[in-house]
């Protein structure tokens, strides 16, 4: 009950936001939620099905032409039915590149799908008849910033119920288990290929949303702006901060991570991408299970657990080697 | 194509496998001992070249002289960074050691921005520029003295891997960490040796790159992506596998080069997805023996 | 007493109270890639600025304002140059806006000053793409990339016609790419021979390859349209493998002082396009009238320059065009600004400063410099206002 009240509240304020703050600021919430989308997407593939997927961005950038080609073409195509086309194209590609990519494991599937999404870019970067190259392609303008917001918000409540239906389906306990093990998921019956397919075509699908309202938002689609290995740390830091696997993590690491980075960024100008290094070093080493596991665990002191600086030391020890 | 042409191209592939054998060799030995992905591989190429740079820069000493002294600061840094952080995670899931070793890379590269600024650095020698013409292919002097510290160092990493005491513990962890460690090595510390002999490989090659092209602190990137697919191509198996997968892809980046331009990196990347696919395994085993 | 001082410094703050005060906007990358560039953008921008309040600030019909720059750093990020030019506009109320660093930031924040109708002087993307988009709130006040390379072209024909041949090799990113296609279409127009015309991608280590198929052609003339790393690869590659053309030029590189740092001797010969040097004969109306006295001007000012860059030159020519723009339209207001703007016609330290249709100020030609045997690097062409001729052809690397 309090935790449908806490939703409630959450939501409205969210509602209420582009009333209470400037353009330029609503721009940065858009930005946040748009990572929250792409992350929540990541999730899928990267921490249910556990598998290391390193070139999400290619998606980013296909969901992003898609939509300002299809906007851009002679049919006019309007932008929520050009999103929804891109997101199809995104998960079709992620079928056909996924099937024989995902048969691989480990450092290799890592590596593979970075490959893929660099091989995206170059395609981007030299297919002039169609993306018009490195110069890129420009969409209409609209100046509206509350309606990018209010699409990316829809989009990521949206993620929130599919994550958390999906989480308790069969395809998501046979993601978890394809994690956990997939020799014995293959033999309790699973189909791991077309499970694996389908984490990895839902992922393409959330990270093609969030690449066309950037595109569409920014107005101008660039190969090296959307092909950015940036975006793919920047989803995966999301889902390690909030916690991998979680239906929460995703959209709680995207606004920490928002919220530091601007923070971060205010402050120490120069030293930038220095300090966010750090930070994803503390991160990795201090709390690999993110921040949904250590409110967990603060839920539990609450109920009378005990906790302390020990929290940390575990995760450590965990993984180190003596 | 004319035979000049042809026989200038087959030379230029010789002289870039041999810098990129150095490069790999390294990421290969942590890959394939410690099972270290280490993305910040091309952040200690670039601090090997800065180190060259600044020696040759304050105290005109000859780059070539100042490799020993690069490799050595390097080993120092690659030992203290295992020991420090990596191992803290070393038995967590890939990811996190992927990340780990992205934001060291993240890390190192913006310090190197922050101390070096992003200016353009050369190292400039009297014998820069100079060349062996074999009729009318033509060989840099600098390039030829890379290939050879190249060979000189291979022969030595692989002497040092067979023959020597620590070397075949080195081999023995990587093949089976229990039953090296049921023996006596202390995997750890054969851990942070394994990653300091890498980290002074980058080094060296980083070194020999300052010679070789105009270098700032965004150089290593693309060094690591192609350590990768060197390691997929050639395999970890040893040596030797190494040293083939360099050869491979320094003929297939030089040709397809000196064709197709534009298309060069799509097509190198596209050769890795679609060699990942076909032998999803990778090339070969696991293990450097 | 200290009531009676109080009222001094009171009414001596007034004037400075009462005087309105001009804010340009402006998004420059302070890190990142081009966090050098950034820099001399805007201490260019800066110097400007305070030049005309010096002079008592922009009379406006019988208001006079004093100006200043409000800026943020973009960290070289195309979709932050575009996010902080909405803040500048929403939150700072800037009144009008100069440009970022950069085609690809400029790219994205001119949609916004289209958005918003508030003009975009802008004097560091050179891309023209941007501008054949119909928008009618940017200004370019440099030349377009195309023109980078023709002045070399020029120069070299205009001492021996019997140089034929071309070879073009030009990084895959939008403003090289402009650069690239620009020179062989020229070269082609001048009736030469394009024998070779590739792209190759950003951030290449190694362009042995195409030098090698170079080589094979035998060009009289090779021009490179990249970054500053292409252009030091590109030389030092060509002596490596002994790649000799009768001129090499490149669009960027030569004019910075990191060039000849890098190259040493093998730099002598080269020729570099420049939007600028302090070595032109231009006469201008303008605070400083001639590029020299601009130069002695801004490093009296900025003692850590050894050099004026170009840079620091182009933007603070936008800032003098909005000046005289204001001053003509006889108001702040961004739409009138705008069309003042787009009828300015006047002759500057920067060279002539007028705007086309699109907004491109095509009326100004692109300087060529060469390193000359003697170490030091000569303004050659365009030869009216140069300082000494080309030196050509370059000798054959292995006869130095």
Known sequence: ?322 | MSGAEVGQIAMNALLLSGVLAVVALGFALVWGITNIVNLAHGAFIVIGAYVTFGLHDFWSMDPFLSIPISMAALFALGFLIQRALINQIIRAPLLATFLLTFGLESLIVNLLRFFFRADTRSVMTAYSGAALALGPVRVPYIRLGALGVSILLVLLLAAFLTRSRLGRAIRATGMDVDAARLTGVKVATVYAITFGIGAALAGAAGSLLSMIVPFDPNLGGGYTERAFIICVLGGLGNVVNVLAGAAAYSVVEVVVGSRLPAFSQAITFGMLVLLLAVRPQGIAGKAFS | MRTLSALVILLGALPALAADTLVFGAAISITGKTAKEGEYTRDGYQFAIDRINQMGGIRVGGKTYQVALKYYDDETKPERTAQLFEKLINEDKVNLLLGPYGSSPTGTAAPIAERYRIPMVEANGAAESIFSKGYKYSFMIISPARMYLRGIIDAVRAIDPSAKTVAVLGENESFSKEVAVGAAEYARGKGMNVVYDELYPTNAQDVSALLTAIKGKRPDLILGSGHLQDSLLTVKQSRDLGVSPKAMGFSVGPSTPEFRANLGKSADYIFGGTQWTEALEYEGDDPWKTPKAFSEAFRATHPNYDTTPYQVAESAAAVIAYQRAIEKAGSIEPTKVRDALAAVDMMTYFGRIKFDARGVNVYKPMAVEQYQPDGKKYTVWPREVAEKPPVYPMPPWDKR
Request: hydrophobic residues 55%; glycine residues 10%; proline residues 3%.
């Open chain 1, 1 to 322: 009950m309090a935790r449908a009240v806490l939703l409630a509240v959450v939501l409205a304020a969210l509602l209420l936001v582009p009333s209470l703050v400037s353009p330029y600021t609503l721009l940065t919430y858009t930005s946040a939620l748009c990572l929250a989308l792409m992350a929540q997407g990541w999730n899928l593939i990267g921490g249910y099905t556990g598998y290391a997927a390193f070139g999400n961005v290619a998606f980013v950038g296909i969901g992003a032409y898609t939509t300002g080609l299809l906007m851009l073409s002679r049919w006019h195509v309007p932008f929520v039915p050009a999103l929804f086309a891109a997101a199809l194209v995104s998960a079709l590609l992620a079928t056909v590149i996924g099937i024989p990519v995902l048969r691989l494991k480990g450092h290799y599937f890592a590596i593979a799908t970075l490959g893929v999404a660099e091989a995206f870019r170059e395609i981007a970067s030299a297919w002039d008849d169609l993306t018009n190259g490195a110069t890129g392609i420009d969409l209409p303008v609209r100046s509206d910033s509350r309606f990018f917001y209010y699409v990316a918000l829809a989009l990521v409540v949206g993620g929130i119920v599919i994550t958390a239906r999906l989480e308790r389906s069969k395809l998501g306990y046979g993601w978890v288990a394809i994690r956990e093990d997939q020799d014995a998921a293959r033999m309790l019956g699973i189909d791991t290929t077309v499970f694996k397919v389908a984490a990895f075509a839902l992922s393409a699908a959330f990270a093609a949303c969030a690449g066309g309202i950037i595109a569409y938002q920014d107005i101008h689609v660039a190969p090296d702006d959307f092909f950015k290995i940036e975006y793919t740390l920047q989803m995966i830091i999301a889902c390690i901060i909030g916690g991998t696997g979680t239906v929460w993590g995703p959209p709680v690491g995207a606004a920490v991570y928002q919220l530091l980075s601007t923070y971060v960024w205010s402050h120490f100008l120069e030293l930038h991408p220095t300090v966010l290094g750090v930070l994803i070093i503390l991160f990795v080493v201090f709390l690999p299970r993110g921040l949904m596991d250590l409110f967990r665990r603060m839920a539990a002191v609450a109920r009378g657990g005990r906790f302390g600086s020990d929290v940390f030391l575990a995760n450590v020890r965990a993984s180190r080697l003596e």
